[in-house]
């Protein structure tokens, strides 16, 4: 138990300096900063509390905006991100996930992945929407959350393989 | 009572889902519609200090490239001061010095967003204040916001809320420099009257209106212009002269007398 908490505190405390430090200044083809700390919201216990798992969410969203000078964009894309993920779980997975000994493990790839790009694609598309916040630009603001999108779900893929727990 | 009660307790993460939204719609409003937030921004202590570790370290990777800039600025300057007529240097009597120059090491650049802010590792301590204004050797940059302890953060000109007072080198005819957040390699100089004759090349510097940049501080180049939709004004691309991308050192420049002017146009606003 102990150990599942330090765990989330340090992917917490790493995703911020690896977001901020490395992935805010990629510029990848120009003006592409992937969001890879999204990914937090992948590895978060399932059976958590909600409460909690919001607040932790709303903190993590708030510092990044700090380093970003981005204020609040963060914090309620990953906010809503927390609130809406039982939502994604059950759609991904059935009503599996509510059951005791659910975990990742007996789930497949495919499943994986979908619940994966709609956790991006739902945090991409409320921050770029909020970011521009003009329905004049839409077409702009898909273009962002498509590209910066993409190149996200391919890091957070590549992490979640990195650094997926043997034992679980 | 019980009832309300069992009604919040039952729908408590929707209660604090909304809670939260609210705050942090607040501050985003907050800083959409004024300066960016005073409280929270990436001059404060953690992210300052976290920035200034970072750039420590990573500077080393670019000093060679760096020197080079400073090298052949120096040698600009060199240039200009031993071809000026004898009479036209003024001693350098501190009293009569309008701008201060300060130099600072950028810890933080951005250019992905619409709204970008850089973090500079001066702050009040250094003398640095609001509005003062940021150059580089090869132009300007943009303007400081919020000013902590030991560092500061900047608005740059790729930010949609820059506005800037700019004109056409060795002409009179002066405009707004604005950012439509498209290219980070381009800003738009707009409100030009039709009646003045444009060249695509033709330098863009700041003007002499604006109490914040000296006259004459180059911007860039005009690289494509068209008459706006009602025909009357031009809207001009004007390529920067800055990689905004990759920059280090910067200058800050103070106006002295930019408290005087701001109180005068107060009061003269006032009446």
């Not at chain 1, 994604?88 to 789930?107: A, M």
């Not at chain 2, 001061?81 to 701008?99: E, K, V, W």
Request: hydrophobic share 45%.
């Amino acid at each position: 138990m102990n150990n599942a908490l330090f765990l989330t505190l340090a992917r917490f405390v790493l995703l911020v300096l690896t977001q901020v430090l490395i992935f805010n200044s990629l510029n990848f083809l120009g003006a592409i900063n992937p969001m890879v700390y999204v990914i937090f919201f992948y590895w978060y216990p399932l059976k958590a509390n909600r409460g909690l798992f919001m607040m932790v969410s709303f903190f993590l969203g708030l510092l990044i905006d700090i380093f970003s000078d981005t204020l609040a964009l963060n914090a309620i894309a990953s906010l809503t991100l927390a609130y809406a993920r039982p939502v994604i779980l059950r759609f991904c997975f059935g009503v599996n996930y509510e059951f005791q000994n659910f975990s990742f493990k007996n789930t497949t790839k495919v499943q994986r992945f979908t619940f994966l790009a709609l956790l991006v694609l739902t945090h991409h598309l409320i921050f770029f929407s909020l970011e521009i916040l003009s329905f004049g630009h839409i077409l702009l603001i898909l273009r962002k959350v498509f590209a910066t999108g993409l190149v996200t779900l391919v890091l957070c893929v590549l992490f979640s393989s990195l650094f997926s727990p043997k034992s679980e | 009572m019980q009832r309300i009660i069992n009604f919040i307790l039952r729908y408590r993460n929707a209660f604090l889902y909304g809670f939260l939204v609210l705050v942090s719609l607040v501050m985003t409003i907050n800083s959409h519609s004024y300066h960016q937030s005073r409280f929270f921004n990436s001059s404060k202590w953690i992210s300052g200090n976290v920035y200034g570790w970072s750039a420590h370290l990573s500077s080393y990777f670019g000093l060679r490239q760096e020197n080079r800039k400073l090298v052949e600025e120096n040698q600009r300057l060199r240039l200009a001061l031993l071809n000026a007529p004898g009479d036209s240097i003024p001693a350098l009597d501190p009293s009569l010095i309008q701008f201060q120059v300060t130099s600072a090491r950028l810890i933080k650049n951005s250019i992905a967003s619409p709204r970008n802010y850089l973090t500079t590792d001066k702050g009040e301590k250094q003398g640095v204040r609001q509005d003062m204004g940021v150059v580089t050797t090869g132009g300007i940059l943009g303007l400081v916001e919020n000013v902590a302890k030991n560092y500061a953060t900047v608005q740059s000109v790729l930010n949609t809320k820059s506005n800037i007072n700019a004109k056409i080198k060795n002409s009179q005819h002066f405009g707004s420099l604005i950012w439509n957040a498209r290219d980070y390699t381009t800003v738009q100089l707009i409100d030009i009257p039709r009646l003045v004759s444009l060249v695509v090349g033709d330098t863009i510097v700041t003007g002499g209106m604006s109490s914040i940049f000296p006259e004459n501080i180059p911007i860039g180049t005009i690289k494509k212009y068209e008459l706006n939709p009602s025909r009357t004004f031009y809207n001009i691309e004007v390529a920067l002269f800055n990689d905004m991308g990759n920059i280090r050192n910067v200058y800050l420049i103070g106006n002295r007398d930019l408290e005087e002017i701001r109180t005068l146009e107060e009061r003269t606003s006032d009446e």
